[in-house]
T-cell receptor
């Protein structure tokens, strides 16, 4: 299966700062998504972004599928942005054996101080 | 529209018992996947069901099983619980091939004592 590497593993910011989270994949992926896990454990879908760039308020994401990486940008961070950010996808080359089988990175733990 | 609903939210079981968790997908979604999250192993894929058929399975022992009903609701069962089964269990639903992404429920936090 594919390997997913996220960086940095931990990130501490002051409120108002900007940040970039990165996700590298060992192989071509389908269905690349970014999630934010809230303190209660729920994975909140931030972006479904197999390729290209999307923006949603202070958050934006870019996926360069040909180079197997994706970036999540957080601008003007707020304390409510704290939590764990995951990227996930499944192999584009595994055909039907990959359905539903998202592989997750280990996550980036973001802490935003007031 | 309603999101993915998982019940119960919290569960405490004794080693050796069995447990059944439930997941109701978003209306119209026919694919349901299950994941286990632990501090040591992160998020790991358990299995995926589509139209009542298991299409994909992760590397978990046979004590972990699941099924899907005709209304796309899914259940997972863990028999002969072990302390190491303590985890957050998450389910996700999507369209057939995940186009548009997967939506996760709030999870069931299982504690085995």
């Amino acid at each position: 299966g594919i390997q997913v590497e996220q960086s940095p593993p931990d990130l501490i910011l002051q409120e108002g700062a900007n940040s970039t989270l990165r996700c590298n994949f060992s192989d071509s992926v389908n269905n690349l998504q970014w999630f934010h896990q809230n303190p209660w454990g729920q994975l909140i879908n931030l972006f479904y972004i197999p390729s290209g760039t999307k923006q949603n308020g202070r958050l934006s994401a870019t996926t360069v599928a040909t180079e197997r990486y994706s970036l999540l940008y957080i601008s003007s961070s707020q304390t409510t942005d704290s939590g764990v950010y995951f990227c996930a996808g499944y192999s584009a080359n595994a055909g039907g054996t990959s359905y539903g089988k998202l592989t997750f990175g280990q996550g980036t733990i973001l802490t935003v101080h007031p | 529209k309603a999101g993915v609903t998982q019940t119960p939210r919290y569960l405490i079981k004794t080693r050796g018992q069995q447990v059944t968790l439930s997941c109701s997908p978003i209306s119209g979604h026919r694919s349901v996947s299950w994941y286990q999250q632990t501090p040591g192993q992160g998020l790991q894929f358990l299995f995926e069901y589509f139209s009542e058929t298991q299409r994909n399975k992760g590397n978990f022992p046979g004590r972990f099983s699941g099924r899907q009903f005709s209304n796309s609701r899914s259940e997972m069962n863990v028999s002969t619980l072990e302390l190491g089964d303590s985890a957050l269990y998450l389910c996700a639903s999507s369209s057939n091939r995940g186009v548009g992404g997967y939506t996760f429920g709030s999870g069931t936090r299982l504690t085995v004592v």
